[in-house]
C-alpha cells in the first residue's frame, strides 16, 4: 500500500518505475503471495499423498509468486508504450478508503451500538469518499436512509438487529 | 409429449397469482438497477438474498432470475438514450443505439432492443426446457472425476475468455484459490488464514465476496471517476415502431445474437456480457456495410441486445443441471437453492419438477411482461437517472452492509445456517441416492480418488446403507460435548472467476470421495451452531 503512495509529481525515476499499472499489480501479487507464505509457515505441509494443512495455501502461493514476478518482469519491459499513472490515479485512494472504513466501522459498531448509529458512522464517514457531498445532504440522507432501512429490515423483515445502543 | 406435460407443470407454479407478483416485482427490480448504473444484478441479489428467507423456495427464485434478465433489458435503455449503460452487458448497445437516438430513431432501437431481447428470451427458455432434462439425466452419472474434470474446464474458460492479459488472468484465479482456502481444511480439520477470528472458519461468504468485489467495487471506481453528466435524449420519444427497413435488418441480426448467446451462456465465465461483445463483433465483420457500425446501424443493436439476454437465460442450463455457476450470478444463486436447503444439481428436476418448470415457465412470463410494461415506462425510468450519484450510492453501501450482515451472521444467519443443517442432513439420508455421496461413504475417509469410481462397483448399495450411521456418530459426538467440527460449503461459490475457483477447489474436496469423516463432521458443526442459537433464543 505504501508504494507510491502520495508521489505526486513522481520525481524519482524509481518511483516512476514503479508507478506503472502492470509493475503495481504484479507487486500486489507478490505481497499477496509473501503474506500467505508467512501465514502458513507453521501449517504441516504433509506428502502429496496425505496433504497437510499447508501444502495447498504453500502451493499456489509459490506460482502467485512466480505470476507476479512475471507480471512485474511486463510491466517493466513494455512501459513506454503504456502510459503511467497520473497523479489523478493516486486521488481514487481517497474512496478505496474512505469506502472501506465506513464497512468496516459500520461491521464492528452494528452489534454495539445499534442500526441509528451505526448508519449515522457509515453515511459520516462514506460520504468523505465524494467530495461533492455537503453536510446538510448527508445528515438528510442519513435521516432518510435510516427510516427506510428501520421500516424495511426491522418492521417489514423482522431481523433481529439492535436498534440501539445495548449497555 | 413429456415437455408439454412439464411446461404444464410449470405454467400452473408459475401462473399462481404469488408467483406471478414475485416475477414482476424482480422484472421491475431488475429493470430497475438496470437502468441504474453503478448498481449491477450481482450486487442487488445479493443484497436481496436475506429476504428469500420469507419467501417460498420457488417464489423467492423466480424473483431472482427475473432481476438477472430484467437487468438486460434496463441496461440497454438508458444505453440507448443516454449514452450510459447500466449494465456491462449493454456497453456494446451504447455505440449505434445512441447513434440512433440522436438521429431521432430512438423510439426503433427501443423496441428493437426489446422485441429482439423477448425473441430471445423464448427461444433460450426454450433451450432450457428442451436441453436440461437430458443433461441432468448425464449429470446424474458423474462422480469425482467428472465434477474434478468440470471444475478443470472452467478455470481454464475462465483464463482463456477473460479480457486482456492472460498470466493477470491465471494469477487472479490463484488468488481466488487462496480466497477459497480460507477457513477449515476439510481433509486436516486445521484452520487455515483465519487470523485467530471465529467467523473466519466458516470460509469467506459467497455473498460477502459478490458484494465486496461487485458492490463495493463498482461503487469505488464510480467516485473514482469524475462527476458524470448525464446529456439526456431531449427530444420526445415519437415514432416508437420501427421501419420496415429496420425489421428487414434486424432480424437476421436478432437470429445470429441469440444464437451465439445461448452457446456463451452455457459455457462456463460466459454469460450476459461476454454474448453481446461477441455478438457485436459478428454483426461488424458479416455486415455488408461494416462502414455503417457506429453510426446507428440497427443490426449493432439487435445482435448484441439479444444475445446478452440469450446468454443471461441459458447460463441458468449449467446451474440448474449440474450444480455449477457459469458466472458470479449463478454464483449467488446456488446460494439462494442452498439457503432454503436445496441443492442444485441433477437431482433437483426430479426431485422438485414444480420448482424447476415453474422457473422455467416464469421466465416466459416475465420476459413477456418485460416488453409490455416497459416500453410504456421508459420516461419513468429515464426521469430515475437524474437522482444523483453521491446520493444513490450511500444507500447502495447501507444495503450491502445490512445485506452481508444478515446473511452471515443475524438471526436470519442463523436461520441460513439451519438451513445447511437440514440441507446436509437431507443429502446424508438421501446418499443411497446421490453417487456422489455413495462414492464417499464407500470408503470411510481413507480414500483415494480412484474410489470415485466406487459407484459403479457392485456392493455399493450395502456400504451406501451406512450412511445413516454417520449422523447418529455425529449425534453422539453432539451429545458428548461436541468439538468444533469444521463445515464446508458445498453448493456455494465464490463469485465470478472466483466462484470457479472456490468451486474447483472447495467441492470435490467435499462431495466427492475424499472425506465421509468430513461430511459428519459437518452435520456436528451446523448441529451445534442449531443448538448455539436454540439457546440464544
Known amino acids: 500500500m505504501s508504494l507510491g503512495e502520495g508521489q505526486n509529481n513522481l520525481p524519482n525515476p524509481f518511483w516512476r518505475m514503479l508507478a506503472r499499472r502492470d509493475v503495481l499489480a504484479g507487486l500486489l501479487f507478490i505481497g499477496v503471495a509473501t503474506l500467505g507464505l508467512w501465514l502458513s509457515r507453521d501449517y504441516p505441509i504433509g506428502t502429496a499423498l496425505r496433504m497437510g494443512t499447508g501444502y495447498v495455501p504453500r502451493l499456489l502461493c509459490w506460482i502467485l509468486l512466480g505470476l507476479g514476478a512475471v507480471v512485474v518482469v511486463q510491466g517493466l519491459r513494455e512501459a513506454q508504450d503504456v502510459r503511467p499513472l497520473s497523479s489523478a490515479d493516486f486521488s481514487a485512494l ?43 445532504e448527508t445528515l438528510a440522507a442519513a435521516l432518510v436512509l435510516i427510516v427506510l432501512s428501520w421500516g424495511i429490515f426491522i418492521l417489514g423483515l423482522g431481523l433481529t438487529i439492535p436498534v440501539w445502543p445495548e449497555w | 409429449m413429456e415437455l408439454l406435460h412439464n411446461l404444464a407443470v410449470g405454467f400452473g407454479v408459475a401462473l399462481t ?19 441504474l448504473p453503478g448498481i449491477g444484478p450481482i450486487a442487488t441479489i445479493a443484497m436481496l438474498l436475506p429476504l428469500t428467507f420469507h419467501l417460498e423456495p420457488t417464489s423467492g427464485l423466480i424473483m431472482l432470475a427475473g432481476i438477472f434478465y430484467g437487468a438486460q433489458y434496463g441496461g440497454s435503455t438508458t444505453a440507448i438514450l443516454v449514452n450510459l449503460p447500466g449494465e456491462t452487458s449493454s456497453v456494446v448497445t451504447c455505440i449505434d443505439g445512441h447513434q440512433m437516438a440522436r438521429q431521432g430513431r430512438a423510439g426503433a432501437a427501443l423496441a428493437v432492443a426489446a422485441l429482439g431481447s423477448f425473441f430471445a428470451g423464448c427461444i433460450s427458455t426454450t433451450l432450457i426446457a428442451t436441453f436440461a432434462p437430458p443433461l441432468a439425466k448425464v449429470g446424474q452419472s458423474f462422480g469425482a472425476p467428472e465434477y474434478f474434470s468440470l471444475m478443470v474446464l472452467g478455470l481454464i474458460a475462465a483464463v482463456v475468455l477473460a479480457h486482456g492479459s492472460v498470466i493477470k488472468a491465471i494469477a487472479m484465479i490463484v488468488l481466488g484459490l487462496l480466497f477459497g482456502l480460507v477457513g477449515t481444511d476439510g481433509n486436516t480439520g486445521g484452520t487455515r488464514f483465519t487470523f485467530g477470528i471465529t467467523e473466519l472458519t466458516d470460509g469467506i461468504d459467497i455473498a460477502t465476496l459478490a458484494i465486496g468485489i461487485f458492490g463495493i467495487g463498482e461503487i469505488i471506481t464510480n467516485l473514482t471517476q469524475p462527476q458524470e453528466t448525464r446529456g439526456l435524449v431531449a427530444k420526445k420519444i415519437t415514432r416508437l415502431w420501427p421501419t420496415g427497413e429496420d425489421f428487414r435488418r434486424a432480424w437476421p441480426a436478432v437470429l445470429r445474437g441469440t444464437a451465439l448467446g445461448s452457446v456463451l451462456g452455457v459455457l462456463p465465465g460466459g454469460g450476459a456480457t461476454l454474448s453481446a461483445f461477441a455478438a457485436y463483433a459478428l454483426e461488424k465483420r458479416s455486415s455488408k456495410h461494416p462502414e455503417q457500425f457506429g453510426h446507428g446501424a440497427v443490426e449493432g443493436v439487435a445482435g448484441p441486445e439479444s444475445a446478452n439476454n440469450a446468454g443471461a437465460q441459458t447460463s441458468f442450463i449449467p446451474m440448474l443441471t449440474l450444480g455449477i455457476p457459469g458466472n458470479a450470478v449463478m454464483a449467488l444463486m446456488i446460494g439462494a437453492f442452498t439457503i432454503h436447503g436445496i441443492q442444485p444439481g441433477p437431482q433437483i428436476m426430479s426431485e422438485r419438477p414444480g420448482m424447476f418448470w415453474g422457473m422455467v415457465a416464469s421466465m416466459w412470463i416475465g420476459n413477456l411482461m418485460l416488453v409490455i410494461i416497459n416500453l410504456p415506462l421508459i420516461g419513468m425510468w429515464v426521469q430515475l437517472l437524474k437522482v444523483p450519484y453521491r446520493f444513490l450510492y450511500l444507500a447502495i453501501l447501507l444495503f450491502c452492509g445490512i445485506g452481508v450482515y444478515t446473511v452471515s451472521n443475524s438471526a436470519a444467519g442463523g436461520a441460513f445456517r439451519r438451513a445447511r443443517l437440514r440441507f446436509h442432513a437431507a443429502r446424508m439420508r438421501a446418499g443411497a441416492d446421490d453417487p456422489r455421496l455413495r462414492a464417499g461413504s464407500a470408503d470411510g475417509g481413507e480414500s483415494s480418488p480412484r474410489d470415485a469410481n466406487f459407484e459403479r462397483r457392485p456392493g455399493d448399495l450395502r456400504r451406501a446403507a451406512d450412511q445413516p450411521r454417520l449422523v447418529d456418530r455425529s449425534a453422539c459426538a453432539l451429545r458428548a460435548g461436541g468439538a468444533p467440527g469444521h463445515s464446508q460449503q458445498a453448493g456455494r461459490g465464490v463469485p465470478g472467476i472466483a466462484a470457479l475457483l472456490h468451486h474447483a477447489h472447495c467441492r470435490p474436496r467435499c462431495t466427492d470421495a475424499l472425506h465421509t469423516d468430513c461430511r459428519a463432521l459437518h452435520v456436528l458443526k451446523h448441529a451445534t451452531d442449531e443448538n448455539e442459537h436454540r439457546a440464544w433464543q
Open chain 1, 94 to 136: 481517497r474512496p478505496l478508503v474512505f469506502v472501506t472504513a465506513s464497512l468496516v466501522i459500520f461491521g464492528l459498531s452494528i452489534e454495539r451500538l445499534g442500526l441509528v448509529i451505526s448508519i449515522l458512522l457509515l453515511i459520516g464517514v462514506g460520504a468523505v469518499a465524494a467530495r461533492a457531498l455537503r453536510p446538510l
Open chain 2, 17 to 35: 397469482p404469488a408467483n406471478l407478483f414475485f416475477a414482476l416485482t424482480g422484472a421491475l427490480i431488475g429493470t430497475l438497477i438496470g437502468v
